[in-house]
């Protein structure tokens, strides 16, 4: 199901990997005491699993540190998978997902510790590309043994070089053969401390600890000491100087390369990119993620997924994006996620169409049911052509009969009634294929009337109707407001999309559906003006926009990237 090289790695085996990782845990509470935890060192650690799988070995720290901490711990598991299926299993585990390729991963944090179980087919190549981004870190990795013991390639001699400067291996044996998925390849466990001669976040200052200055008799008396001390003291004030001014330049220079991603994130503030109280490594990959996660935000807005989006679907959406946030901001992953989006549009959008039919006919408002006779069972309905809306307006909410007959009040939109009326205005622009953009949505058409009204007072009489783009729409002092579909075959539309999509449609129903539809898209395609005999046809004026049809959503993604 997952792929010929997925062999999950057995809890055992995990446990071995982990050994040097054991201690004593605080389990918190007001008994508390310490616990043995396989995983206390990789608390507050970066931890990598390039080759996650389904994430037996991440799900196992979880677990170990939690039952063991009973509390909230810090440590930050990341995954890289190429399969899909299985990064779906990894997103429902809320592993952070960074990669779907390991072998083209471009390291834009660093790691602490990277656990590997890399197919063992070509094992060497990921390990030596763990290796590569590695900074100060340690990689626990099983490999097939052959590939240690027979190193018949250039890669395997470059890896076993590798080993001895950075470690050691040793052979485990054939610790697969009672798996989840068996296989009797006999398999070595390496580890590694990666220390590379350039550390980027440890600073030496050694070479430049000023003397200890002290003002006293030999200061005033001694000439040379008095010279020596002032020119220590010139010295270091020189190298402040230096330092400040390159602070202020770099300083600059992050602002300067970080404004445009940061003008997109309205909830956040340049402080919250750079945490100063965190250190150098963790303070790195906190402005990493934080950046990366708004330029993700960035393009799934400039994408304009949300513009048919239910407040339901969108809710789900923003899951979706979290998740997308720490995945690596590269060009393939952009594309792979442009895909993505463009092959499950329809299920997203189909799925708002439903949402706001249930919220049309929820128990609540059983009167905008319509039952329809031959269907198999009351439970199934249609959506009526005139239904209440699911928002009410309000009017004199907090104010006696004295006050509305003296003073008036103006009509207002209710609680959460301008996102409600989106998700209905939204589905009908996508069925329709109207822009959303462009309509007259039932917030505005209302909130239009309520300023021409203005104040309303008892026993005065008013207008009380208007219109929006699809609905002509009624309102009362009461609070209910009546939406009749001005469009028939919108509508019937609205109606058959979603009882499809609920799987309520009998087959002669669906058929019959499907049948006018196609003779419909027949009669649009064959309508032509007629041409008389002798005379030679107009030629067609070429179109300079693309038709707006139910598959724009699709075509208009494609744009963005072609």
């Avoid at 626990?140 to 250039?154: G, I």
């Avoid at 028939?488 to 669906?510: H, I, V, Y």
């Amino acid at each position: 199901m997952f792929g010929q090289q997925f062999y999950p790695t057995p809890p055992e085996v995990i446990k071995r990997m982990l050994a040097p990782y054991s201690g004593k845990i605080w389990k918190g509470g007001i008994n508390g005491g310490r616990q043995d935890s396989l995983c206390y060192g990789l608390l507050d650690k970066v931890v990598l699993d390039p080759s996650a799988g389904k994430g037996d070995i991440l799900n196992f720290i979880k677990k170990d540190l939690s039952d063991h901490a009973r509390r909230s711990v810090d440590c930050d598991l990341n995954a890289i998978e190429i399969d899909p299926n299985l990064q779906s299993i990894l997103r429902d585990n809320e592993i952070s997902l960074l990669g779907n390729d390991f072998l083209t991963y471009q390291r834009d944090i660093f790691f602490d510790v990277i656990l590997m179980n890399p197919p063992f087919k070509n094992g060497d190549a990921h390990l030596l590309k763990a290796i590569e981004i590695a900074h100060d870190t340690d990689i626990v990795c099983l490999l097939n043994a052959e590939t240690l013991l027979n190193p018949h390639t250039q890669k395997r001699k470059e890896l076993l070089q590798m080993i001895e400067k950075y470690g050691n291996y040793e052979v485990i044996g054939n610790v697969f053969d009672n798996a989840e998925r068996k296989t009797d390849v006999n398999v070595a466990l390496v580890r590694l401390k990666v220390t590379k001669e350039e550390q980027t976040f440890e600073f030496d200052f050694s070479d430049y600890e000023p003397e200890k200055i002290e003002f006293d008799d030999s200061f005033v008396k001694n000439e040379v000491a008095r010279k020596d001390l002032i020119g220590n003291m010139m010295i270091q004030f020189e190298q402040a100087k230096k330092a400040y001014k390159e602070y202020i330049e770099a300083q600059k220079k992050w602002q300067h390369y970080t404004n445009f991603v940061i003008s997109h994130d309205t909830y956040s503030e340049p402080k919250d990119y750079d945490k100063q109280d965190l250190p150098p490594m963790k303070r790195y990959n906190h402005f990493n993620n934080r950046i990366k996660a708004t330029m993700w935000r960035t393009v799934i807005k400039e994408l304009n997924m949300d513009r048919y989006m239910t407040s339901k679907v969108q809710s789900n959406f923003e899951l979706f994006i979290q998740q997308q946030s720490a995945m690596s901001f590269t060009k393939e992953n952009v594309h792979d996620l442009f895909h993505m989006l463009v092959n499950n549009s329809g299920t997203i959008l189909e799925q708002a169409i439903i949402d706001v039919f249930e919220m049309l006919t929820e128990n609540y408002y059983s009167e905008n049911r319509m039952t329809v006779p031959g269907w198999k069972t009351n439970d199934r309905y249609k959506v009526n052509k005139k239904i209440i809306a699911p928002v009410y307006v309000r009017y004199g909410e907090y104010m006696n009969s004295y006050d509305l007959k003296q003073y008036g009040d103006k009509f207002s939109l209710g609680y959460r009634g301008e996102t409600k009326y989106a998700d209905i205005d939204r589905v009908l622009c996508y069925i329709s294929g109207k822009s959303y953009e462009k309509i007259t949505t039932i917030k505005r058409a209302l909130e239009n009337k309520f300023d021409q009204l203005g104040k309303v007072y008892t026993g005065q009489k008013f207008d009380n109707t208007c219109s929006s783009t699809f609905f002509d729409i009624r309102f009362h002092k009461k609070g209910t407001v009546h939406l009749t579909f001005k469009d028939t075959f919108l509508w019937q539309e609205f109606n058959m999309r979603a009882c499809d999509g609920k799987q309520w449609l009998p087959d002669n129903e669906r058929t019959q559906w499907e049948a006018k539809k196609k003779k419909a898209r027949e009669q649009r395609k064959a309508k032509t003006e007629p041409i008389r005999i002798g005379e030679q046809p107009k030629p067609i004026k070429k179109r300079t926009t693309k038709p707006r049809k139910v598959s724009q959503f699709s075509n208009e993604l494609l744009d963005l990237f072609t």
